[in-house]
């Protein structure tokens, strides 16, 4: 019986997965408001019926899209050398993950921004998700811009607050931009000429 019980789960599990998977290429792609329930489950070869058994709602879908979008970027994030890099290790981090990114993760990229923009009003259903994890992207820059001041690797002038919120539009921005037009913007260059730019403004005098 546990065999069986193991087999189930395991089933069970694959099953979310091409769920979640099948979700986030039509949620990318017609938005989540213009993508039900019945499509997500055609896509990923399911019964409405068990698409709802395993996520209770498509509300409860979208937010096992965004936990796995979560999950993919914190495994990245957790190869990186150090829990609190320098500036450089830091640059050089967000320019492997756009190299990532343009490579494999388009889709990813893709529902970011078509969720962003369904969700810019208050009270929509992700509003304040989107701007607590805007405001945790700008916290961790804020404390590595403090940490490189303190350590004397970057201007002691510098704003961390300003430079963070520039920082993370940058970000947000070159991905739309990328987004619009692959074949004009190359997402891993702007990134590598901007943070270059940055680690050269930062530099003490």
Request: charged content about 25%.
């Amino acid at each position: 019986m546990a065999g069986v019980k193991g087999q189930v789960q395991r089933r069970g599990v694959e099953r979310r997965r091409a769920i979640v998977d099948a979700a986030m290429e039509l949620f990318a792609r017609r938005g989540v408001r213009g993508t039900g329930v019945a499509a997500v489950a055609e896509r990923a070869h399911v019964t409405p019926s068990a698409l709802i058994h395993h996520f209770g709602s498509k509300d409860g879908l979208v937010r096992a899209v965004l936990k796995e979008a979560d999950r993919r970027a914190l495994e990245r994030l957790s190869a990186a050398p150090d829990a609190e890099p320098t500036l450089r290790q830091a640059f050089d981090w967000f320019v492997r993950d756009a190299e990532h990114t343009a490579t494999a993760e388009r889709q990813l990229a893709a529902l970011h921004i078509a969720l962003v923009a369904e969700n810019l009003e208050p009270g929509s259903l992700l509003h304040t998700w989107f701007r607590d994890r805007g405001r945790g992207l700008r916290n961790h820059l804020v404390a590595l811009f403090s940490r490189a001041v303190a350590d004397g690797s970057a201007r002691a002038d510098l704003e961390p607050a300003t430079l963070a919120a520039e920082t993370a539009a940058f970000l947000e921005g070159v991905h739309l931009l990328w987004l619009l037009d692959p074949e004009q913007v190359d997402l891993v260059a702007v990134h590598r000429s901007y943070f270059d730019g940055l680690a050269a403004r930062l530099r003490p005098k």
